[in-house]
């Protein structure tokens, strides 16, 4: 029941922090909560602003197939592309095994990987690193490499990242955002925000030439600290690539639901 708990629970972090997130990008952004389905969709260039995710509980054969039906019209009726989130441990057992088979009928393709994690970690020590400086985001330019690394590190166009984040003045203000600066260059960052009572770490990037150095793991126990240090919270959630997964358990996250990414069919 726990772990299911904690499925949830990641399901529903995605949900508020993206509807906070694609709104700071467009107060026209399509944030419908319908009956199974949350959608999340700025309509822009960057491409996790514009996500849809699933929210049933225990879904079954036949009700996962008329979601993901229903999450492709969605996608197609959009301008830009952006990904739909299933969480696994949402659906029971027959539903995920014919899971892939369905999201093919559906016309969807399958895109990555990812793992929610979650847990109560803080407080933490002042993190240090000793080829880093912490900076926290407050100014467009920061706020422009901040957008510049996600780029880099997803394999994005740099356009695209900062078509999500530039001009925010919630990245700016509210979000606890830092970049990692090796010789005053960005090589890496990380940001929390809050969101119903838990820290939700987002976009967490390195620059490819500089992985595997610990640099990423840093920077984000740097976000984990100014935020439970302004914000008193103690739990903190986070949906983790591959890449990251090995990475936040250190920091004391554990894994909840693995998460399928799934784009139209091109």
Known sequence: MTDLVDSIES???LAAG???????????????????????????????WNCITLTDVGTDTRLVEQRLGQATDIMRSKKHPGFLWVFEDLLDDEARAVLTAAAERAGLAYAFPGTGMA?????LPEPVHPDLTFVRVTTDEQLQAYADLNSRAYGFPLEDGRDGLGGS???????????????????????????NGRLFVVLVATD???????????VTRKALYEGARA???????????????PVYPR???????PIHFYSLKS
């Open 11 to 13: 399901m529903e972090q």
């Open 18 to 48: 993206w509807r906070a997130m694609v709104l700071d990008r467009d107060a026209d952004a399509d944030v419908r909560d319908l009956p199974g389905i949350a959608v999340r969709w700025a309509d822009c260039r960057f491409a996790f």
């Open 119 to 123: 847990g109560d970690v803080l407080p």
């Open 169 to 195: 003045t919630v990245w700016k203000k509210q979000v606890h955002a830092y970049l990692g600066m090796r010789n005053d260059v960005p090589v890496t960052c990380a940001a929390t925000v809050e969101t």
């Open 208 to 218: 490819p030439e500089w992985e595997r150095r610990g640099y990423g793991e840093a």
């Open 231 to 245: 914000t008193g919270l103690t739990r903190a959630t986070l949906h983790a690539t591959v890449a990251g997964a």
């Open 251 to 257: 920091i004391g996250l554990k894994p909840n639901s």
